[in-house]
């Protein structure tokens, strides 16, 4: 049956994404053509079958075979031309289901496999996803009677680009915005969950409002040579980073997916494809609540986000660093939904204040002052017991962190690299012995997580600090304290700074090198590297650079992230950024915290107050620097356990037992380990990782909820462009006046000239390079604590945290005003 | 007055028993002599000040944080490598 005839129209005989294609194909749409075999067919080969019990393969019509291959001809003409075979069940790409892949679907099929993949398209209806989301949908499915599948037989699309459109946004937060989602080649690995694709936000003027440039690492080739083998190839590491669709191509897919909404009379997810710059539509659904925010769980207990983990990335969490995270953490803590959350019910026993739930709520979050709540009596004698019991079980080695030098650290990186190298220790042995020391009498510098933890507590001397000069200087100004509590000379990540900006200068000594690192585009960039001479002063920098820090990445705690040691592009696009300009933010450490401690001694009266201040002071920086450098490295666990991944990866991988690279971090370790003893096949855990990968991607684009079953007051809405003032926490006092340079991810771009005002999503270490040049920091998540406050009172940088959605409501090239002593931007233009 | 011996030697006991460890955590011997021989004298000074009816007491307040302590350790370790601190999982 020819899509152009108007009985294809008919959702019952044809199913539905035939039928939507169809209308489509009728009204004028760019719709390649196709033939469908409708569910006639189906029936005459399953007539009686079960729907949840899989059928014998059946023998294939002869008559049929026939009328298909002729159809085939008409499709393709006289010339062998590869088709795609498309399931079109009943009920499918309808309003209340998609059955989004849950059926199969075949790429590049020849004449002779024709028949066979019609085939396994109709048996994919009793797949075991298909059967498992038809039963976890079994009040919206459709009855047992309309159980059947048309195939849709489409000229293939050698898809040079391809990617999907919602004509609303399908995470239900900003309804007047569309999203386009792109990635290089077939859009079956976008719509696998296999690459993070580029994301364009449109306005409803339809003119992009943001763009996210994704990590394009795969892609389906538009040419294959073997389609039954894997269809994956690397992206070459140029094409990775940069934007696939020009912003006129965007609007293109907009204005077209548009006409689909107006078609249909609701919004559309319209998947697309451009072959030689012509723009296909491939299939077109309404939005179901698949394609939307994940649905609401249900969850026992009380949770709140824990913020200091969430400020680091916005993205959840792949499975397996999931399941490995997991194994070491409290009951306190649980990941949902790839995010790490706390129990409120348990931790209110440790906060014997009278508190609302709200109260609570947003104390956790770490969301504005202190509260002025009194004691919660009746919970007091609970709360000290339970911190007394901890610190008398804990509190040696509490004492034991008070007290070690700085250097001691550095013998955990060898421990690391041990167990790194030692074939013993898998991914999870790794973990373990790395996180959790064997041996009680060991260095506590072995147990880097525990002293990161025992390092917090410099927010408590912190308070005792305010305190103090509340109490016996009031007339003293507050930033005193950021400015002496800064120059910590031992902080790695103020030493990675200055490393990069001597690799900098190293760099700009050679002409030439200058020059390829200002000018050429990045695959240029690596080839001008590599002929340089091994033992040119800046490989020989760039290696003891990344020897050092090269373990560090963006995202650095998720296991799926490539470090800088396995691609140094984006500490290359750092060194670009300061050769661009030589007048970077330096600062003067000492000169800054002398002229403060003469300031706040003077304002100090007695010799006791003066001491007490003096010994606060101390005990801040060394904790301070004692929590940024085991961040520095516990970093390294995680750089170690992923060489253990992705070994074994490899091996699955020769073995047939995996397909694709980075299928691994959505297993579970137990599923991983199966897989690696023989006990289970790529068959098994296939639809699992898809299913995952399809969960992991629908779950990026969402923010995180910020709690379960716990009332939050709620934020006032959003709008698009910010007119008046923007409200956050002060991370660090000051006051700068600049134009806004609206930073999503540094390793796509960091051009960030000096003097402009950096707007970020939310700053890991990877960031700290970018900030010396910044005239002030504004940043959407963290709080005092976080990365960004503790770099940007490093450098005194004016730095705002916490500042809901600035990076959407503050656009690149807007001049502001930050005072950030007083928690305000204000936007003059 | 043993009850009071006992609360007060707790604090004091975490104190005294982190002390050691300075010799495997710290570089600087002579740091961590001298850090041992302060808590060491400390120690002494109590136990004086208390006199020999609250020796027993101060024993089982440092016993108890041993006790604690090496729990803490044994337990969380067994949950961590027998993979049963966090069995959950929520997707």
Not at chain 1, 204 to 231: C, M, Q, Y
Not at chain 1, 323 to 338: E, H, K, M, N, Y
Not at chain 1, 396 to 410: D, G, P
């Amino acid at each position: 049956m020819a899509l152009e005839s108007p009985a294809s129209q008919d959702p019952l005989l044809v199913g539905g994404k035939a039928a939507q294609l169809s209308r489509l194909n009728q009204a004028g749409f760019p719709v390649p053509e196709a033939f469908v075999i409708n569910v006639d067919a189906f029936h005459s080969h399953f007539e009686g079958c079960d729907p949840h019990v899989r059928p014998a393969r059946p023998e294939f019509s002869p008559e049929l075979a026939k009328e298909i291959d002729a159809a085939l001809q008409a499709l393709t003409g006289e010339r062998e031309q590869p088709v795609a075979v498309r399931s079109s069940a009943l009920g499918e790409d309808g309003v209340n289901l998609s059955y989004a892949g849950q059926h199969s679907t075949y790429y590049y099929v020849t004449r002779d496999d024709l028949v066979r993949a019609v085939m396994n398209c109709w048996l994919s209806l009793w797949s075991d996803s298909a059967r498992a989301y038809r039963v976890r949908q079994a009040d919206r499915a459709l009855g047992p009677e309309d159980f059947a599948m048309a195939v849709i037989v489409q000229r293939m699309i050698q898809a040079e680009r391809s990617g999907v459109c919602f004509t609303a946004d399908p995470t239900g937060q900003y309804p007047e915005h569309s999203l386009v989602e792109a990635s290089w080649g077939l859009g079956a690995a976008l719509v696998d969950g296999r690459v993070s694709p580029d994301r364009f936000f449109i306005g409803p003027d339809n003119k992009i409002s943001e763009t996210r440039i994704g990590r394009k690492r795969f892609k389906v080739a538009e040419n294959l040579d073997n389609p039954l083998g894997s269809r994956l190839e690397p992206v070459p590491a140029h094409q990775q980073r940069v934007a696939c669709l020009q912003p006129e191509e965007v609007e293109a897919i907009i204005a077209l997916a548009k006409r689909a909404e107006k078609l249909f009379g609701s919004a559309q997810d319209v998947e697309w494809a451009y072959q030689d710059d012509t723009l296909y539509i491939l299939q077109s659904r309404a939005i179901t609540a698949s394609a939307r925010a994940p649905e609401p769980l249900e969850i026992s207990g009380r949770w709140v986000l824990f913020k200091p983990l969430a400020e680091n990335f916005h993205e959840p969490f792949t499975p397996m660093t999931v399941d490995l995270f997991s194994q070491v953490l409290p009951p306190l803590g649980q990941f949902i939904r790839g995010r790490l959350y706390i129990n409120v019910d348990q931790l209110q026993w440790l906060i014997p204040l009278k508190l609302s739930e709200a109260e609570l709520g947003e104390l956790l979050l770490l969301r504005g002052g202190s509260p002025k709540a009194g004691i919660d009596w009746r919970r007091l004698p609970a709360s000290l017991g339970l911190l007394a019991g901890f610190y008398l079980s804990n509190g040696i080695f509490w004492h034991r962190t008070a007290n070690v030098r700085m250097e001691t650290l550095s013998a955990f990186a060898t421990l690391t690299r041990n167990v790194r190298d030692n074939a013993d220790y898998d991914a999870l042995a790794t973990f373990q012995r790395l996180f959790l020391q064997r041996n009680f009498f060991a260095p506590i510098w072995h147990q880097v997580f525990q002293v990161n933890v025992s390092a917090g507590r410099y927010f408590g001397l912190l308070g005792a600090l305010q305190a103090l000069l509340k109490r016996f200087a009031p007339t003293l100004d507050q930033s005193v304290i950021t400015r002496v509590c800064t120059g910590h000379e031992d902080m790695l990540s103020r030493q990675m700074v200055e490393q990069v900006r001597m690799l900098a200068r190293q760099a700009g000594e050679d002409v030439e090198l200058r020059r390829a690192l200002l000018d050429k585009p990045p695959e240029q960039l690596a080839l001008a590297l590599a002929e340089l001479p091994q033992n040119h002063p800046f490989i020989v920098a760039l290696q003891a650079f990344l020897t050092r820090f090269g373990h560090r990445c963006i995202k650095e705690m998720d296991l799926i992230t490539p470090r800088w040691q396995e691609d140094p592009s984006a500490v290359l696009m750092m060194l670009r950024n300061y050769l661009k300009s030589d007048s970077v933010r330096t600062s003067d450490p000492y000169g800054l915290r002398l002229a403060a401690q003469d300031e706040l001694h003077q304002a100090l009266a007695r010799r006791w107050q003066r001491w007490w201040a003096d010994y606060l002071i101390r005990r801040i920086r060394y904790y301070v620097t004692w929590r940024e450098n085991t961040r520095h490295y516990h970093t390294m666990v995680f750089a170690a356990v992923r060489t253990k991944l992705k070994r074994m990866e490899q091996h699955l991988i020769e073995q047939g037992r995996l397909r694709c690279p980075d299928d691994i971090f959505f297993l579970h370790w137990d599923e991983a380990k199966a897989l690696d003893e023989g006990k289970r096949s790529w068959q098994e855990v296939e639809p699992t990782i898809r299913e995952r990968r399809q969960r992991h991607q629908r779950e990026s684009r969402v923010l995180p909820q910020e709690s379960f079953n716990l009332k939050l007051p709620e934020r006032s809405p959003l709008g698009g462009q910010a007119t008046g003032e923007l409200q956050g926490e002060c991370a660090c006092p000051g006051y700068a006046e600049g134009i806004v340079k609206v930073i999503l991810d540094p390793t796509v771009s960091a051009d960030l000239d000096p003097g402009e005002i950096l707007v970020a999503p939310y700053t890991d270490p990877a960031w700290t390079p970018l900030f010396p040049s910044a005239a002030a920091i504004i940043v959407e998540v963290g709080s005092y604590l976080s990365h960004a406050g503790t770099v940007a009172r490093e450098y005194q940088i004016p730095c705002l945290v916490d500042v809901e959605a600035c990076t959407r409501r503050l656009k690149t090239g807007q001049r502001v005003r930050v005072f950030a002593s007083e928690g305000r931007i204000e936007v003059v233009q | 007055m043993s009850v009071l011996v006992f609360l007060a030697s707790l604090p004091l006991a975490v104190w005294a028993l982190a002390a050691p460890f300075s010799l495997i955590d710290d570089t600087d011997t002579t740091a961590a002599v001298v850090r041992i021989s302060t808590r060491c004298l400390a120690v002494i000074a109590f136990i004086y000040l208390v006199g020999p009816h609250g020796r027993a007491p101060i024993l089982w307040g440092f016993l108890t944080v041993i006790v604690l302590h090496l729990t803490l350790f044994g337990v969380s370790r067994w949950l961590i490598i027998h993979r049963g601190f966090n069995v959950k999982r929520i997707d």
